[in-house]
């Protein structure tokens, strides 16, 4: 059993939001699907893959730990903001009369969005040094 620091339904759910949101911008034809589409798969393999084989493939390939987990926050980070982005839009779609109910909501949500964040990069400040 693999012990978490995170939720992995809420890290599921933040990874569902930036899937669409990089559909969303590949079949819009922005550049900005690269970087999303990059830190996604960052993010699976930093999920799904136990460090251990993360390092012996960072030892084997020669790169640099702290390379990797710079890399990793920025892609979290990524994860964090096109998952929220993607939220808002589907908030602000919904049909409402006011928008400002969705205020105290959307800040809760987001508040869940950064906790399996700042999980996963607790973890890997941890276990990758």
Do not use: C
Request: charged share 10%; no cysteine.
């Amino acid at each position: 059993m693999r012990d978490y620091h995170y939720s992995l339904f809420i890290f599921y759910l933040t990874y569902f939001l930036s899937s669409l949101k990089f559909i969303e911008l590949y079949t819009s034809q922005s550049i900005y699907w690269l970087p999303l589409g990059f830190s996604l798969i960052i993010n699976f393999i930093n999920v799904s893959f136990k460090y251990k084989k993360i390092s012996r493939f960072l030892r084997s390939s020669y790169i640099p730990y702290k390379l990797y987990i710079s890399i990793s926050i920025i892609s979290l980070l990524i994860l964090l903001l096109s998952s929220f982005t993607k939220l808002l839009e589907i908030a602000f779609n919904l049909p409402l009369s006011d928008q400002a109910v969705l205020l105290m909501p959307t800040i809760f949500i987001f508040l869940l969005f950064l906790g399996p964040i700042i999980g996963i990069t607790y973890k890997l400040l941890l276990e990758l040094r």
